[in-house]
Nanobody, 117 residues
């Protein structure tokens, strides 16, 4: 099982980044896919999630319409488009795959996002 995140980096406040997570080694279309983040000294928090077929999405309260999660089951990818980034969005962003009702729950290694001028 692998979840490989990409797309992180340094961006100025107000800028945009698109994170991508490539999945392999499991039946991607069965899994709820989510992005979490963890800032230094803080707990990991949910950023966004999308159901297995992509029909429903959910976001953390702090997102406030700035981010969009999407998935492509054929390509086995889940993306997070982040706009209007703020310094407080600085964190390591992790991709998560969870098969609801089972023990199967996988994490990527994370990608660093830094928002700074």
């Amino acid at each position: 099982v692998q979840l490989v995140e990409s797309g992180g980096g340094l961006v100025q406040p107000g800028g945009s980044l698109r994170l991508s997570c490539a999945a392999s080694g499991f039946t991607f279309s069965r899994y709820v896919m989510s992005w979490y983040r963890q800032a230094p000294g803080k707990e990991r928090e949910l950023v966004a999630g999308i159901t297995s077929a992509g029909g429903s999405t959910g976001y953390g309260n702090f997102v406030k319409g700035r981010f969009t999660i999407s998935r492509n089951n054929g390509k086995r990818t889940v993306d997070l488009q982040m706009n209007s980034l703020k310094p407080e969005d600085t964190a390591v962003y992790y991709c998560n795959a969870r098969w609801e009702g089972t023990k199967y729950d996988y994490w990527g290694q994370g990608t660093q996002v830094t928002v700074s001028s």
